[in-house]
């Protein structure tokens, strides 16, 4: 059998004196669609973000499609993360991280990071159009003049970009209004993850049910409870 | 008086070329980067020696000695933004620290360069020949006529780099949000190789221009820096299209300057300039011209 998508063991993270994460194990099989709920400020968005190495500092293994990306590291945040997301990772932070200046077109274009998917983004570029049709018109946009839904789609379809093993998604819905973050998450559904998986942190657990594979619950740092 | 408006019309552009080619670098090392590259003007002198030492021991075909120029601004380029970026840009308080690392090095490198070559300044065989070249009823000195259009093919070049491929998304990537980048598989620090390496060979390429008309000293890169620094903060640092115009600007002023008050008022009407610039604009004229901002 393969190694599965994402394997930790041991996680530990956190920001300066402060321990956000305490000792998580958790597998993702190939294939699968998971949910991690949980409510503000009990550590989704830094599990997201001690995988992709963006935390202050982190302790633990984190192994992605089977290769090591985690470890001990402190300080220096984002120094490895290229090479995390050049192994497989395809990581749509909350807030989006978008360059403001940057049109929607050059977004996109900016997420085909590798020379074959540079080579494909027009192709790739029509797929994502039908499943973030809004985009369509907009592709001439700098992205800093969008709606917040518009926003959320651009960072969404740079992500889906690249072919990744891993795609972390954070909050999907925060912020948008009930109608837009449902048409963000259906879009989601559409996307074949193929031998990879999906990870989808949520508050909003009605917006998930039936449409993963399992939940994971996130308190206080910790994994409590799975369905 | 009699006043040459050619000869004005073309000292401007010259020097515009060449005011835009260093405020380039320094522009777009700060906007990718997050750094005021004071060491630039040494690249500025390296490549300036690079191109001699071509000319010297090599050849002294024209595209030889500007390929020497602009290779040994390159590699000066490489030497700052591995000793004074890739170890600090991670650590707290970065942009003084550095300003300070590229300022030392500078200083160092400006007194190797005079340890290596001593203080009598050099010169560069004639690269666009000696007859003036004559378009219509104009006559444009060869070198400066060969120094608009290296300067202006260059720039083209670079901006359409920017613009259009793969690095050039990365590097305004970077610019705008370095977690992104991150996240979409950019690498800060061998971006950050190539931006040095390509602004080096900048002012690689505006030292063998302007030595046209000057010389190479081991402090030939002191006023250039002065000068680009002028023209990047007038025209808002990081801004491209800013620094174009600026630079246009700057060296009209010192063109008009040095025609009707004389040369030694030309830094204290460029300084001038920049400070009712920054007092009507505060972030440069780049402002105007950037259609987004957050």
Same mark, same amino acid.
Request: proline share 4%; charged share 10%; hydrophobic share 50%.
């Given at each position: 059998?393969?190694?599965?998508?994402?394997?930790?063991?041991?996680?530990?993270?956190?920001? *300066?004196?402060?321990?956000?994460l305490h000792d998580l194990d958790f597998t993702v099989q190939a294939g699968e669609r998971v949910a991690l709920i949980g409510l503000n400020g009990h550590g989704k968005s830094t599990l997201f973000r001690a995988i992709s190495g963006l935390t202050d500092w982190q302790r633990g293994s984190v192994q992605l499609g089977g290769r090591e990306v985690g470890g001990q590291r402190s300080g220096s945040p984002g120094r490895h993360t290229h090479r995390i997301v050049r192994a497989g990772l395809a990581h749509m932070p909350q807030g989006d991280a978008i360059f403001p200046g940057l049109t929607v077109a050059q977004h996109l274009d900016c997420g085909a990071y590798t020379s074959a998917a540079w080579r494909q983004r027009r192709q790739r570029q029509e797929e994502l159009l039908c499943v973030f049709e809004p985009l369509r018109k907009l592709l001439a946009s700098p992205v800093?003049?969008?709606? *917040?839904?518009?926003?959320?789609?651009?960072?969404?379809?740079?992500?889906?970009?690249?072919?990744?093993?891993?795609?972390?998604?954070?909050?999907?819905?925060?912020?948008?209004?009930?109608k837009i973050s449902r048409a963000v998450v259906d879009a989601l559904m559409q996307i074949d993850v193929g031998q990879g998986a999906m990870v989808i942190a949520e508050q909003n657990l009605a917006l998930l049910s039936g449409r993963v594979n399992r939940t994971l619950g996130m308190?206080?740092?910790?994994?409590?409870?799975?369905? | 008086m009699d006043v040459d408006i050619g000869f004005i019309a073309i000292t401007a552009l010259t020097l515009g070329c060449i005011y835009a080619l260093l405020a380039l670098?320094?522009?777009?090392?700060?906007?990718?980067?997050?750094?005021? %590259?004071? $060491?630039?003007?040494?690249? #500025?002198?390296?490549?300036?020696y690079g191109a001699w030492a071509t000319a010297q021991w090599l050849s002294t075909a024209p &595209?030889?000695?500007?390929?020497?120029?602009?290779? /040994?601004?390159?590699?000066?380029?490489?030497?700052?933004?591995?000793?004074? #970026?890739?170890?600090?840009? @991670?650590?707290? %308080?970065?942009?003084?620290?550095?300003l300070v690392a590229t300022l030392a090095i500078s200083l160092l490198g400006?007194?190797?360069?005079?340890? $290596? #070559? !001593?203080? %009598? =300044?050099?010169?560069?065989?004639?690269?666009?020949?000696? =007859?003036? &070249?004559? &378009? !219509?009823? &104009?006559?444009?000195?060869? @070198?400066?006529?060969?120094?608009?259009?290296c300067a202006l093919l260059l720039m083209g070049l670079t901006l359409l780099w920017m613009t259009r491929s793969r690095m050039g998304l990365q590097v305004r990537a970077m610019m705008q949000n370095p977690e992104g980048a991150a996240l979409v598989g950019i690498g800060v620090r061998s971006? /950050?190789?190539?931006?040095? /390496?390509?602004?080096?060979?900048? =002012?690689?390429? /505006?030292?063998?221009l302007l030595s046209q008309t000057y010389f190479v000293s081991p402090f030939s890169g002191t006023t250039p820096l002065v000068k680009g620094l002028i023209v990047a903060l007038a025209g808002g640092l990081g801004s491209v299209p800013g620094a174009v115009v600026a630079a246009a600007l700057v060296g009209l002023i010192e063109a008009l300057t040095g025609a009707f008050l004389g040369g030694q008022y030309v830094l204290i009407t460029q300084f001038l300039f920049i400070i009712a610039v920054l007092l009507w604009r505060p972030r440069g004229l780049g402002g105007l011209l950037d259609h987004s901002r957050e």
């Amino acid at each position: 059998m393969s190694a599965p998508v994402l394997q930790v063991r041991g996680l530990s993270a956190g920001y *300066g004196p402060l321990t956000v994460l305490h000792d998580l194990d958790f597998t993702v099989q190939a294939g699968e669609r998971v949910a991690l709920i949980g409510l503000n400020g009990h550590g989704k968005s830094t599990l997201f973000r001690a995988i992709s190495g963006l935390t202050d500092w982190q302790r633990g293994s984190v192994q992605l499609g089977g290769r090591e990306v985690g470890g001990q590291r402190s300080g220096s945040p984002g120094r490895h993360t290229h090479r995390i997301v050049r192994a497989g990772l395809a990581h749509m932070p909350q807030g989006d991280a978008i360059f403001p200046g940057l049109t929607v077109a050059q977004h996109l274009d900016c997420g085909a990071y590798t020379s074959a998917a540079w080579r494909q983004r027009r192709q790739r570029q029509e797929e994502l159009l039908c499943v973030f049709e809004p985009l369509r018109k907009l592709l001439a946009s700098p992205v800093g003049t969008l709606s *917040g839904g518009e926003r959320r789609m651009v960072s969404l379809a740079r992500g889906l970009m690249t072919p990744a093993k891993l795609y972390l998604v954070d909050e999907p819905s925060l912020g948008l209004a009930p109608k837009i973050s449902r048409a963000v998450v259906d879009a989601l559904m559409q996307i074949d993850v193929g031998q990879g998986a999906m990870v989808i942190a949520e508050q909003n657990l009605a917006l998930l049910s039936g449409r993963v594979n399992r939940t994971l619950g996130m308190h206080a740092g910790q994994l409590k409870g799975s369905a | 008086m009699d006043v040459d408006i050619g000869f004005i019309a073309i000292t401007a552009l010259t020097l515009g070329c060449i005011y835009a080619l260093l405020a380039l670098g320094v522009s777009i090392v700060f906007a990718s980067l997050g750094m005021i %590259n004071m $060491a630039h003007g040494l690249s #500025f002198a390296v490549a300036g020696y690079g191109a001699w030492a071509t000319a010297q021991w090599l050849s002294t075909a024209p &595209w030889a000695v500007l390929g020497g120029g602009m290779l /040994a601004g390159g590699l000066c380029g490489l030497l700052i933004c591995s000793v004074a #970026f890739i170890p600090l840009h @991670d650590k707290p %308080n970065f942009v003084v620290r550095s300003l300070v690392a590229t300022l030392a090095i500078s200083l160092l490198g400006v007194q190797g360069l005079l340890t $290596a #070559f !001593g203080p %009598n =300044a050099k010169s560069l065989p004639p690269l666009f020949g000696t =007859a003036p &070249w004559t &378009w !219509g009823g &104009w006559q444009i000195p060869a @070198d400066k006529g060969g120094a608009i259009v290296c300067a202006l093919l260059l720039m083209g070049l670079t901006l359409l780099w920017m613009t259009r491929s793969r690095m050039g998304l990365q590097v305004r990537a970077m610019m705008q949000n370095p977690e992104g980048a991150a996240l979409v598989g950019i690498g800060v620090r061998s971006t /950050a190789l190539t931006v040095m /390496a390509l602004t080096g060979a900048l =002012a690689g390429l /505006a030292a063998v221009l302007l030595s046209q008309t000057y010389f190479v000293s081991p402090f030939s890169g002191t006023t250039p820096l002065v000068k680009g620094l002028i023209v990047a903060l007038a025209g808002g640092l990081g801004s491209v299209p800013g620094a174009v115009v600026a630079a246009a600007l700057v060296g009209l002023i010192e063109a008009l300057t040095g025609a009707f008050l004389g040369g030694q008022y030309v830094l204290i009407t460029q300084f001038l300039f920049i400070i009712a610039v920054l007092l009507w604009r505060p972030r440069g004229l780049g402002g105007l011209l950037d259609h987004s901002r957050e």
